[in-house]
């Protein structure tokens, strides 16, 4: 039995239990709603353009806030692993970061910029970059000492040397760091959007909850796992895949 044929038959299994357990239980709709008006809501939705907006609205966001934190990352895991200096105050200084949730900034970007989009932005931006700052110094770092003697007897320094040996060798744990910082994004825009009402699926999270539709409300629950299973598993899972066969790795 194949792993998808395995996953399809697991939600089917989950799809049963849900739906019967919802007609036998005797709750209201606003509380456990059937599987089928779930479905609907979300048929609904995406025919008349409501959760498609939002969709889109959110895919923005993210990617442009995930865009620049790997920029912002590369740059700063370069100088940690470039300079001790940087490695003893700025990378010490991201180790602390890093623990600190991303919604927790929220506040003080409310201040800053005020309840709107940069707001959002920064929240999503602050949720990977750290992360991906973390992999980015780790990555150069565990590049192999063999690998750089060799490129710098040949001649290799400066940026052809950074260009040709030290990121090549790197991709794999940068593609990992990617992939986690993209989850932590993920979640830091959801939270961002749903504390800011201002358009995305958090707003629809709350507007959900405010007019007791627990149908919008898994609905989408069940648009974000879809994107966030889609980006992990069909892009950043197969790159990682294809880097690792290409270096050997596996």
């Known amino acids: 039995m194949t792993t998808t044929l395995r996953r399809i ?8 239990i849900w739906e019967v357990t919802s007609r036998v239980s005797g709750l209201p709709d ?34 442009l806030g995930f ?17 001790k200096l940087v490695e003893d ?3 010490f200084l991201v180790t602390a970061l890093q623990s600190i949730p991303s919604i927790v900034w929220f506040p003080l970007a409310i201040i800053w910029f005020g309840l709107n989009e940069f707001a959002i932005l920064f929240i999503v931006t602050i949720g990977a970059t ?7 110094s780790s990555g150069f770092k565990n590049v192999p000492r063999l690998y750089q003697r060799v490129a710098k007897t040949y001649g290799s320094s400066g940026f052809h ?13 940068l ?28 707003q629809l999270l709350d507007a959900g909850r405010s007019l007791g539709q627990m149908d919008l409300v898994i609905s989408v629950m069940i648009i974000i796992a879809v994107i ?23």
């Open 9 to 16: 038959l697991f939600i089917a299994v989950i799809a049963v």
């Open 30 to 63: 606003f509380m456990f709603p059937s599987l089928l008006l779930v479905l609907e809501t979300l048929f609904t939705g995406l025919i008349d353009g409501q959760i498609t907006a939002a969709v889109i609205r959110s895919i923005g966001r993210i990617l």
């Open 67 to 83: 865009s620049i934190a790997t920029l912002i990352g590369l740059i700063f895991g370069y100088l940690i692993w470039r300079y």
């Open 89 to 91: 105050t700025l990378g």
């Open 130 to 136: 750290w992360t991906m700052t973390m992999n980015a």
């Open 161 to 173: 040397f950074l260009r040709t040996v030290i990121i090549p060798a790197s991709v794999p744990q």
């Open 175 to 202: 593609l990992s760091g990617m992939r986690i910082a993209w989850a932590f994004s993920w979640r830091a825009l959801m939270a961002g959007e749903l504390l800011a009402s201002s358009g995305g699926l958090g």
């Open 228 to 250: 966030g299973t889609i980006m992990d598993q069909l892009i950043f899972l197969r790159l990682e895949r294809s880097v690792q066969r290409k270096w050997g790795i596996s």
